[in-house]
């Protein structure tokens, strides 16, 4: 139950493209697809932005969108805004019913 | 709309016990496992217990099992964690959550503190 890898901050000017990384391994990212990405704003509780790695729940704009390549999924948020500075967290499901977290990712509009 | 409305945080000494209530509306709570989720102050989140829709299973991070126990009751809409021998490192604010691969839905979260 080891928790997957995000780089500790990330930033951006307004308008521009940011990629947060999640690395796992075969027995949560790569062997599932089942990767989330939340945001979560200075003292307030996650939301979920993206789900089953690509998926948008309703509400939540395009410029947010993910993937996943072998053992890495990906969030990029494009036309960066200020409202989108905040914590992100991915999450994998790593199999016997078992949910890991990455450590969270910092992100900054510069 | 969906809400989840967690209550029983507080301040309690290592060693002792602690329950949690998640009250939940907005949808039918029945037809979906939720889970607890924590947070320590200042770091991550961590995932702590699940339980499926009828109760009939219950999955838990190796740090609690042995020590907490994750319950609901259907009839309540209502979600439970029940925390023995706590721990230090057991300080965090716990969230409920819905769903068994990912956490749809959140609630707002309640503290709780182990300290002498």
């Known amino acids: 139950q080891s928790a997957l890898t995000q780089p500790p901050s990330a930033s951006g000017s307004p308008g521009q493209s940011v990629t947060i990384s999640c690395t796992g391994t075969s027995s949560d990212v790569g062997g599932y697809n089942y990767v989330s990405w939340f945001q979560q704003p200075p003292g307030k509780a996650p939301k979920l932005m993206i789900y089953e790695v690509s998926k948008r729940p309703s509400g939540v704009p395009d410029r947010f969108s993910g993937s996943k390549s072998g053992n890495t999924a990906s969030l990029t948020v494009s036309g960066l805004q200020a409202e989108d500075e905040a914590d992100y967290y991915c999450?994998?499901?790593?199999?016997?019913?078992?949910?890991?977290f990455g450590g969270g990712t910092k992100l900054t509009v510069l | 709309e969906v809400q989840l409305v967690e209550s029983g945080g507080g301040l309690v000494q290592p060693g002792g016990s602690l329950r949690l209530s998640c009250t939940a509306s907005g949808f039918t709570f029945s037809n979906y496992w939720m889970k607890w989720v924590r947070q320590a102050p200042g770091k991550g989140l961590e995932w702590v217990a699940n339980?499926?829709?009828?109760?009939?299973?219950?999955y838990y991070v190796d740090s609690v099992k042995g020590r907490f126990t994750i319950s609901r009751d259907n009839a309540k809409n209502s979600l439970s964690l029940q925390m023995d021998s706590l721990r230090v490192d057991d300080t965090a604010v716990y969230y409920c959550?819905?769903?068994?691969?990912?956490?749809?839905?959140w609630g707002q979260g309640t503290l709780v503190t182990v300290s002498s």
């Open positions: 339980i499926k829709e009828d109760g009939s299973e219950k």
């Open positions: 999450s994998s499901y790593a199999g016997n019913n078992n949910l890991v």
């Open positions: 959550a819905r769903g068994k691969y990912s956490c749809a839905y």
